[in-house]
């Protein structure tokens, strides 16, 4: 049982850690990006758009950022310039 605690706190920790450097690293766009977000996508599909776009490196932060910000329910339909390496 203390093993099985230990791994979790470890794995955790490493989640944290990579989670928090992913958030913080310039972005991979080189140029300025015009995204068209349709209206009625969902956050799941705002942040698989992006991905597939190159605008982020990890939908999965994308998301989990959203969340913890509480933007997740605010987020938009519309154009939006994303900037050469924006994090």
Known sequence: ???GILALL????VSYLVFSQMVTLPGPLNQNKIVY????????GIALQLRQENA???AWVFRLQ???EGH?????AGEYEIKAKAT
Do not use: E, F, H, W
């Open 37 to 44: 977000i349709a209206p009625g996508t969902s956050l799941n």
């Open 72 to 76: 997740a329910s605010a987020l938009k």
């Open 10 to 13: 470890i794995g955790g920790g």
């Open 56 to 58: 982020i490196d990890a």
């Open 1 to 3: 049982l203390c093993l």
């Open 66 to 68: 959203a969340r913890l």
